[in-house]
């Protein structure tokens, strides 16, 4: 029992990386979803490719050719969501719209600020990505 201290910083250290991890890992996820979710073409390119590359095993002259392909489809997808961003935007509002008067006033607030966060976290990441 006299070696119980070092044991407990060990224990501390390890369960202090362990939550660190847990939460850096989970900012990466987010910003990586909304990257995705607001059309960085750079992100999804990387992850379809590294996708493409794993499941078939391309070489370096398949991936050569089949870049410029999906940029080409990702380009395409991208003007198809922002003509359809206006319709997505009013079926979100009218969702909130919705939701708010289920919810208490507390509630409501909270949810409207969750709205306000990802609308201007896709508004700073459009402009990222179209850099």
């Given amino acids: 029992m006299k070696n119980w201290k070092p044991l407990l910083a060990a224990c501390i ?3 202090s990386g362990a ?3 847990v939460a850096g890992t989970r900012l ?4 990586a979803v909304l990257r995705t979710v607001a059309g960085d073409m750079a992100q999804v390119e990387g992850l379809i490719m590294g996708r493409l590359d794993d499941k078939l ?13 999906l940029a080409r489809a990702l380009d395409e997808l991208s003007a198809i969501r922002q003509e ?22 507390e509630q409501g607030e909270a949810l409207s600020a ?5 609308r201007a976290a ?4 459009d402009g990222a990505s179209r850099e």
Avoid: C, H, N, W
Avoid at 28 to 31: L, M
Avoid at 57 to 65: K, P, T
Avoid at 122 to 125: M, P, Q
């Fill in 28 to 31: 990466y996820v987010q910003r």
């Fill in 57 to 69: 095993d391309l070489s370096d002259e398949q991936r050569r050719e089949l870049r410029p392909i």
């Fill in 19 to 21: 939550v660190l991890g």
């Fill in 13 to 15: 250290i390890f369960l």
């Fill in 114 to 118: 969750m709205a306000a966060r990802f």
């Fill in 122 to 125: 896709r508004a700073a990441l």
């Fill in 84 to 105: 359809s961003r206006p319709k997505a935007d009013a079926a979100i509002d009218r969702a909130v719209a919705d939701m708010k008067p289920r919810l208490t006033p």
